[in-house]
Every structure is written in C-alpha cells, then in structure tokens.
C-alpha cells in the first residue's frame, strides 16, 4: 500500500506495524487477504484523517521484491538527478 | 519592465490570502483532496511522482534581478537549493512543502510574482521571444503585447474552465523564436502595405499526442481589435472544443474538425456579435503599457574595440562566437547564459548561480534578464566593451559553457524523474548524449542543430519539433526511445518524421553518433543539420541510425 503524504508530499508506503514509512525497506509485502483488508482500512482512515493522499496497492515483482510497475520502481529509488543532492554536498 | 498597478498588486495579494486559508482549510480536513487539487493546482502546485512541485509564471519570460534574487532565496528557504528553467519559460520547484506553499506565493508577491495559471484548463503563462526589445529583427517589442494579452487573461472569468489548457505565444521578428506556430493561438506582429503595424494570427497549433502546425486564421489583424477578436475565437473554442474526450479537446483538434475556412467564419459571426469595444484596449493603455518597456538608456556607439582585442582568448572568442547574438543598437550584444552543461539537467540553475546572473545582470545588463523556452537565460542588452568581463563571471558561476544552439543545447522536459505522467526519463537520455559530444571543437564542428527529449506523449520537451526528436517510453518494466526526425521549430515549423522501432538508451545515442557522423560526411557547404536532412531525406538517415548502412 502506498500513498503520499499529504504536507511534504513525499512518496510513503505502509509497514507490518501500519504506519507509514518513506523508506520502501519497511514496507509490508502481504498476499494475505486480511492483512491486506487491514491495510486498505488503516488507509482509507489516514486519507480521511489528511495524514496521506491518494492511497492505492501495488503488485511487487515476487523474486526482487520490488514494485513491478515501473513507474512504481521510481517512486521508490527517487530522481536519478537531484541537483539539491550535489548542492548539499558542496 | 512592466511595474504592477495597484490593481494587480490587490489581485495577488488578496490571492495569496485565498490560498492561505485554502490550504489551511486542506490541513484541517474541511476540504478533501478531491475539492483541494483545482484550487491547488489554480496555484501553480502539483503533486508530482516524488513530491509537491510548484510552478512559478514569468509572464513572457521577463525576470528583474530583484525577482531572480527572491527566486533564489525562495529555492534556499524552501526548497533544495535550485530551480528548474521550464519550455515556457517559467521556473519550477521540485520539493516544497505544503504548508509553506502560502509563505512561498507571499514572498513571490512581495516582488510581482505569482503561480496564476501555470496549470489547469485556462490560458496560460504567455510566452514570447526571450530577445524582445533588444533584437535588430523585430518590428517592435513585442512585450506590451504579451503584457496586454496577461492583463486580459488573468482571472478571465469566462476563460478559467475551458475545454483544455491553452497556450499563446508572441513574436514581432520573422525569424520565431517563441515557436508560435506550435500553440493554440500563435501571435505575430507584422506590417502591412500601408506600414501599418497589426497582428497575423495563427491557430490551431500544439505538440502533444497529435502534433500540428497552425495555420493562419487571420492575414491582418488591425492591433485594436486584438482582443476582441481573441475573445471571439475563444468564444467559439469555449463552446465547441470537445469536453467528451481530454485528448481531443484542444483547440488544434476543433479547427481540424471543423476545417480552418469554417472555424474561420464561426469567428467571424461571433466577433460581429460582440461589442468590441466594450473590450478594446484604447491607444492611451497600450501607450501607457509600452511606456514600460522603453529602451534602456544606451550609450551612443561605445567603443567595443576591447571586445576585439579580448578575442586573443580563445576560450572567450568560442564562447562569444556562439553565445552572442546582434543587438539593435551599436556597440551592444544579446548574451545567452546556456543551462546546459552536460552533468545536470537540462534547465536547472542553483541559487548561487541566480544570484550570480542578477548582480551580473545589474552590473552589465540595465538589471534585466530573460528566461528562454530553450530552457536557458538571456541578458538582453550588454556593452560589448563588458563582454569580457561578464564572461569572467559567468565562468565564475560555472556559467559559461558555449553551446548555445549546438547538438548539447538539449531541450528536455523532466521525464521520470520528477513527473506524474511521464512514461520514461528523460535527463539521463539528455546527459549521455550531451556527455557523447561533450568536446566543444567537436560541437562546433557539427554545427547548429537540435535536440529535443519528451519523457511522455505529452511533449512537454518539444520532441515533435526537434531536429532529432526523442519520445520515452517505458514497455514491460524497460525504457525505450522512439525517433523522429527533421522537425524544426523555427518560422519553418515542421513536424519530425517517425524513423521505427525505438532503442534503448545506450543505442540511441550511438545512433544519434552515427546520423551525425553521416551528417558530417554528407553536407554541402555551410548547409545545417537540417538542410542536409532536407536535401537527402529520411531514408540515409535512418540507415545509419538503425545501424544498417
């Protein structure tokens, strides 16, 4: 499950403890079918309490445990050019 | 520049205290995202793949050292310490915070900015050439019409919910540089028989999925009834572009439908039905609007003779070869800052680097500065006996590559790396390219020419009108690169030629070697990418490109 938050907008994803992490080494990789209705519960609550936006599940690839949309893939790894990482390190 | 009134002042300022309690509401949970993306995205602000981005307009391009410097401190309090150049000639922010974003629309308001219309299903930012009032070959300047045409579009109520977004560009020079037979309604300022000066109106044009040249919807437009007669074609655009179907709601695609004849006279029937001049701009206005963009006080034909003498430099003889272009007025140059070196993206400038232009700008420039949708800057008017030392801050500020132009001066929009809808990245596909021929003397060798990268069918990077073209796409989790080839974005607007199959990155730009290898092995005297492309057509070129000659 994965979302963005609402106020630093930054891509998250929903761990074993059901909280939200913007490091996807936390999050929660289940085909458990309750576990994942627990999921899109503690979601659908934190879009209506405004703690992320925009919540939906995606498929992960079963040997890289990674997502396997690639789009998905990004929002994990980030920009492969961040100028702002180069300028911080200056 | 222009200098806002005081009812522009009232309209941001009572903007920025809209948005405050828009976002404060949002924060609150009064307003869902669903009722909070309009009125956030009427701001300029996004939520991108990674983060909020925010879209800052700068209305035709035309910046203020003051306004550069806030940009500056703007992208340090409240972002990641840089900026982003866009294809209209805005500045993006990839990383701000939502409850900063009021904070953020106060300080640009403190120095006439804001984020109106850098999004959404109204006309947009207008854009216009990035050498306006300096260049020898324009008719005029072409700023107090793009400046009319702001006024007129801010806030238009009638316009604020249109069936698509709806870009306008201007020139007043033969030779395009604002591509304005690729927008919705491209504006060229032009004379008649009589020497009188009007507007030849051209329609119909965009990029995206369905690429179009615009055609001409009127000859000669007397300039008083410039907006009335926009607010006519709008009118008819408002009313019969599709709202079924967003991929063919654009203007482009109702002119093709209707054919330009009959969209011509729907025109007509509804300009005649106006009342034109309850909309009519009078002499006195556009007078007291051109009275801000006087010429700056030039010297009388300074002496350039150190301009000359600093040639003896040879790395300040290439640059000035390539980065300057003809003033109207003796003794000066048009100087362009390129963004492009080849380890960054295309169009990004730190703060440091945009407080370097500004002094540099106050310094040798009358403070003004120019954004390009070529994704790079301009100081409009510099002495040629300061070239020199311009040149040394520019270096300074890791400012003074000299490929302005050249096969490195690469357009490419953000691609995968920073947005929403894109299918591919694009800033790596530029950078390898850029680094492949990263030597100058061979850049020069090759030529003008141009590159132009999209990381979706959106076309925000101009693929369809680059020299070489290059559209991402992504297939089963893999990037790939389609071709085209021979557009040109110039007065001679054409769309490229898809050339097959794509390629990965690491192919594509050995093929891009190749068609350039050919180019150079093929051209006639002093003939351009281009002409050559022209002269033999597609057919060698996509030989070489898929390896098979």
């Known amino acids: ?90 | 520049m222009y200098r806002y009134d005081e009812f522009d002042h009232d309209v941001v300022q009572s903007r920025v205290k809209q948005f405050r309690g828009q976002v404060k509401r949002r924060l609150e949970g009064a307003l869902t995202e669903e009722q909070f993306r309009p009125l956030r995205l009427q701001n300029g602000l996004y939520l991108q793949l990674h983060a909020y981005m925010l879209r800052v307009a700068v209305p035709y391009g035309t910046l203020n050292s003051k306004q550069l410097r806030q940009l500056a401190m703007i992208s340090e309090k409240y972002d990641r310490g840089y900026g982003h150049v866009t294809t209209r000639q805005n500045m993006q922010f990839n990383w701000p915070q939502l409850p900063e974003v009021p904070d953020i629309l106060q300080d640009l308001a403190d120095v006439e900015m804001h984020c109106f219309q850098t999004s959404g299903n109204c006309i947009r930012n207008v854009t216009s050439d990035p050498y306006a009032g300096a260049t020898a070959d324009e008719i005029e300047d072409p700023r107090p019409t793009a400046e009319l045409l702001r006024q007129w579009s801010t806030m238009h109520p009638e316009f604020a919910f249109l069936p698509r977004k709806f870009k306008i560009a201007v020139t007043a020079a033969p030779n395009d540089r604002a591509v304005i037979k690729a927008h919705d309604i491209g504006i060229e300022i032009v004379k008649n028989e009589k020497g009188e000066v009007g507007y030849h109106i051209i329609v119909g044009g965009g990029l995206g999925r369905t690429p179009i040249i615009g055609v001409t919807l009127n000859e000669f437009l007397p300039r008083e009834e410039l907006l009335p007669y926009l607010e006519a074609v709008m009118r008819v655009y408002n009313r019969y572009g599709r709202r079924d179907n967003k991929y063919k709601a654009r203007i482009k695609i109702l002119v093709t439908e209707t054919g330009i004849d009959a969209f011509r006279q729907m025109v007509d029937a509804e300009y005649e039905s106006l009342e034109p001049s309850d909309i009519a701009v009078s002499e006195a206005e556009i007078s007291r609007i051109t009275d801000y963009f006087a010429s700056p006080q030039f010297e009388d034909a300074p002496d350039d003779s150190a301009f000359e003498a600093a040639k003896s430099d040879e790395d300040f003889a290439n640059w000035a070869d390539n980065n300057l272009s003809a003033h109207k007025q003796a003794g000066y140059s048009i100087v362009n800052i390129s963004l492009k070196p080849h380890d960054r993206a295309p169009g990004d400038v730190t703060a440091d680097q945009m407080r370097a232009v500004a002094d540099l700008a106050d310094k040798y420039s009358f403070g003004e500065i120019r954004t390009t949708h070529q994704q790079n800057m301009v100081l409009p008017h510099v002495k040629k006996a300061d070239l020199q030392a311009l040149y040394e801050g520019l270096k300074a500020a890791e400012l003074a590559a000299d490929n302005i132009g050249l096969i490195s001066d690469i357009i490419c929009c953000p691609g995968m790396d920073y947005c929403a809808l894109a299918t591919a990245r694009s800033i790596p596909v530029s950078q390898a390219i850029a680094e492949r021929f990263s030597d100058p003397k061979r850049q020069r060798a090759i030529g003008e020419m141009s590159i132009k990268i999209s990381g979706c069918i959106n076309a925000c990077g101009h693929h369809h009108v680059g020299n070489i073209g290059i559209l991402g796409l992504e297939k089963a989790g893999v990037e790939f690169y389609q071709v085209k080839l021979g557009g040109d974005s110039s007065e001679n607007a054409a769309i490229g030629q898809v050339t097959g199959p794509g390629f990965s990155q690491e192919e594509l730009v050995d093929g891009i070697e190749r068609m350039v290898d050919f180019y150079l092995d093929s051209r006639t005297g002093a003939e351009k990418f281009i002409d050559t492309f022209k002269r033999v057509g597609i057919d060698p070129f996509k030989e070489v490109l898929y390896g098979n000659a």
């Open chain 1, 1 to 90: 499950m994965t979302a963005n938050e609402l106020r630093e907008g930054y891509s998250v994803w929903l761990t074993e403890d059901l909280t939200w992490s913007t490091d996807y080494a936390d999050a929660a990789l289940t085909e458990d079918p309750e576990i994942i209705a627990k999921m899109q519960s503690v979601a659908d609550r934190d879009v209506e309490a405004n703690e992320v936006v925009g919540a939906y599940f995606i498929d992960i690839d079963p040997e890289t445990k990674l997502p396997a949309r690639y789009r998905e893939r990004f929002r994990v790894t980030g920009p492969s050019n961040d100028l702002g990482e180069e300028i911080e390190k200056d």
